[in-house]
């Protein structure tokens, strides 16, 4: 069975960093691109960042460039996010999500809240 | 960059047809044929129901379909189904090579 699992999401201070993990299985993790996206309860998913499948062409939102960092280790099948310098409006649930051909999202995980907050 | 500018709900009765608009810009989905729509239930993750503008992939109903005309896409949800109440959100590859998100769409079956 194809599937993402996430976690490392949690309460964290503005200003704080964290790192979220999401762990692939069922397909050959080396061979897809793969994104983070998150959304806030009530409103749309928000594209965050993609990587390409042997870790180059990083590329972020406008929104959290030069504070989060995509990265991946295709030997433990895990995609990575390292959330910096948080704000209050970073607060959402992150999700990982599979890249299928011509940038369609077809595999998502059940996703790891971040709460940030004072 | 904004979000692609969706309407804010569409209703139908069962077995209705019913269209979601999805507007973008010449960076975006006038750009590309790389617009992709997802349904949502409460609770849930979104679903991949069409990408490339329309294309289902495997085990999406026949009655979901897409269409692009320069920079709006839309959504069809023919013979509708009780099941078919959701979210949905479409989204575009960009010129920036980002991806971007509609507002969402929340269809409600009467």
Redesign the interface.
């Known amino acids: 069975e194809v599937q993402l699992v996430e976690s490392g999401g949690g309460l964290i201070r503005p200003g704080g960093s964290l790192i979220l993990s999401c762990e692939a299985s069922g397909f050959t993790f080396s061979t897809y691109w793969m994104h983070w996206v998150r959304q806030v309860p009530g409103r749309g998913p928000e594209w965050v960042a993609y990587i390409k499948g042997d870790g180059s062409g990083p590329t972020y939102a406008d929104s959290v460039q030069g504070r989060f960092t995509i990265s991946r280790d295709n030997v433990r099948n895990t995609l990575y996010l390292h959330l910096t310098a948080l704000r209050v409006e970073d607060t959402a649930l992150f999700y990982c999500v599979r890249a299928a051909r011509n940038w369609g999202m077809d595999v998502w995980g059940q996703g790891t809240a971040v709460t940030v907050s004072s | 960059?904004s979000?692609l500018t969706q309407p804010a709900s569409v209703s139908g009765s069962p077995g209705q047809s019913i269209t979601i608009s999805c507007t973008g810009t010449s960076s975006d989905i006038g750009a590309?044929?790389?617009v992709?729509w997802?349904q949502q239930h409460p609770g849930k993750?979104?679903?991949?129901i069409?990408?490339?503008v329309n294309t289902r992939?495997s085990g999406v109903p026949y009655r979901f379909s897409g269409s692009k005309s320069a920079n709006t896409a839309s959504l069809t949800v023919s013979g509708l189904q009780p099941e078919d109440e959701a979210?949905y959100?479409c989204?575009?590859?960009t010129t920036s090579?980002?991806?971007?998100?509609?507002?969402?769409t929340k269809l409600t079956v009467l």
């Open positions: 960059q979000a590309y044929n790389f992709s997802y993750a979104p679903k991949l069409l990408w490339e992939p979210d959100y989204t575009s590859y090579n980002t991806v971007i998100f509609g507002g969402g």
